[in-house]
């Protein structure tokens, strides 16, 4: 008799249709049996053998570089359970729509089976899920970010305890591209795309859209979160978990090289991308980083932004659309090295700067967690790491001070759903339009954002401790346009203000909007920074404030009466305090 997992297989061959199905147990044998095949199709190209040992470089089409939010979709039986943030369409909607093109996809092709799991092997709080793909490339990412192969396999027995995903590359076509996702049903649909966002279904699709429903309906919080450990002179480490939109330093910060390590404040990575939160039997919150490996953007990285991540990059990684020098070694912009001879640009062809960048602005990079020389030693901890903090940030030249403190659980819910991060000329053709984006969750939430912030809401009352929640911003700037603050290390000194206010050892100043560092209470000593440019930091500009407490009640309304009166009330006790503050200027 056929298990749940072999049916399922079995009604995907006979829609697909492919010539043979493999199943995978992700063996290093197996895996340089697919690196082989890959090569031989000229889908990857092996780089410098000598100081790239066992790294490729593999080139997308063109039309198919990029996560594609257009055509994700949210599939419930009600449009309101996806909510007003979501692309909707209905589960029988989006299979009619879908099914056509997955029918005969597999024709002539391989279809594989790729059991994986997320979250460390043997940890409770992991789940599985198994991709049925017919992209070799796929399979070996896959391998590289989840635990993939006969574990996982032996993990889902004769159960129906999986998530199944289906991908097909269906010729790589945008007019019939999409990934379709059933929460209900906790399926997943993918065609017409061989890019990672869209194609390792591990990634975005389960480990954030499904699981913020399974965790919502379990008890527990699927998160687009960093988790990283601060270690104190003492030994004693202290983690933290935070929420970044795109181009804010994510991955940057989770790898951080301490500026205070002198001093004994060395920081530690779990994750880089999301962490999957429970209360553990103690009654704190511990996060698992579900991931086995980093899916990193690779322009900007380089030895001063992201030392920890250039040395894991040096061995058994994936590139994907960077470009490649003569001597077969990859090369992006913001590497920190001139354009080296012979460079090959992201499409195969020789480059020459008016061709534009040489790699594509998001080319990356897949390599496992474990290469990092910051690696924490309990990263696959099977109960997770204690999250003594929750940052929330984004990018604002001249709202946001440089840290601030909420004034309690609730307040901190109502900070991480108001977050907002400006816009480049680069990327919107104006500067300075904030993105609304709450807790970096607007693309990858699986519901209605309405009833994830009740989540939360209900989350933290039931933690014995719950964490301090904080805002950060990196990125306020002078009158001249100039960054006020260095960023990169120097963020440590943030951190241990943070570790300082956990521990009730720093003091702080209460602003309408929280609570700022006191003067003095930030470790500043060894940088190179006036009384007046800290003073400017941490500035809080009640009529700038005002304008953003309007705008985001604004942004509220598309919730309507779904949205918890909790978050309608921070706002307006926070339009009330900065109204008296104004009114005490005069």
Known sequence: ?????????????????????????????????????????????????????????????????????????????????????????????????VRPI????????????????????????????????????????????????????????????????????AGVNPERRFVMHFPEEKLIWSVGSGYGGNALLGKKCFALRIASWMARSEGWMAEHMLILGLEDPSGKVTYMAAAFPSACGKTNLAMMVSA?????????????????????????????????????????????????????????????????????????????????????????????????????????????????????AHWEDPEGVPISAIIFGGRRERLAPLVYESRSWQHGVFVGATMASETTAATTGAVGVPRRDPMAMIPFCGYNMADYFQHWLEMGPKIKHPPKIFHVNWFRKDASGKFLWPGYGENVRVLKWMLDR????????????????????????????????????QRVDAHDWSAEAEATAKFFEIFGDRLPAEIRSENKALQDRLHRTTVAAK
């Open 1 to 97: 008799m056929s298990t749940p997992l072999e049916k399922w297989v079995e009604e995907s061959a006979r829609l697909t249709q492919p010539d043979k199905i493999v199943w995978c147990d992700g063996s290093e044998e197996e895996n340089s049996r697919f690196l082989a095949g890959l090569m031989h199709d000229g889908i990857i190209t092996e780089l410098n053998e000598t100081t790239y040992p066992r790294c490729y470089l593999n080139r997308r089409n063109p039309n198919d570089v990029a996560r594609t939010e257009s055509v994700t979709f949210i599939c419930t039986s009600k449009k309101d359970d996806a909510g007003p943030t979501n692309n909707w369409m209905s589960p029988a909607d989006g299979k009619a729509r």
């Open 102 to 169: 997955l029918e005969d996809s597999m024709k002539g092709r391989t279809m594989f089976v790729a059991p994986y799991i997320l979250g460390p092997q043997n940890s409770p709080y992991s789940r599985v899920g198994v991709e049925i793909t017919d992209s070799r490339y796929v399979v070996a990412s896959m391998r590289i970010m989840s635990r993939m192969g006969k574990a996982a396999m032996d993990r889902i027995g004769n159960s129906d305890n999986f998530v199944p995903g289906l991908h097909a590359l």
């Open 260 to 376: 205070l390590e002198s001093q004994g404040y060395r920081v530690w990575t779990v994750g880089d991308d999301i962490a999957w939160m429970h209360i553990g039997a103690d009654g704190t919150l511990r996060a698992i980083n579900p991931e086995n490996g980093f899916f990193g953007v690779a322009p900007g990285t380089n030895a001063q932004t992201n030392p920890n991540v250039m040395a894991a990059l040096r061995h058994d990684t994936i590139f994907t659309n960077v470009a490649i020098s003569g001597a077969r070694e990859p090369w992006w912009e913001g590497i920190g090295t001139p354009p080296p001879p012979g460079l090959i640009d992201w499409k195969g062809e020789p480059w020459s700067p008016e061709k534009g960048p040489a790699a594509h602005p998001n080319s990356r990079y897949t390599v496992p967690a474990r290469q990092s020389p910051s690696i924490s």
């Open 502 to 537: 956990i521990e009730g050892r720093a003091a702080a100043t209460e602003t309408p909007i929280g609570f700022v560092p006191a003067p003095g209470s930030l470790t500043l000593d060894g940088l190179a920074i006036s009384r007046p440019v800290v003073d400017e930091l």
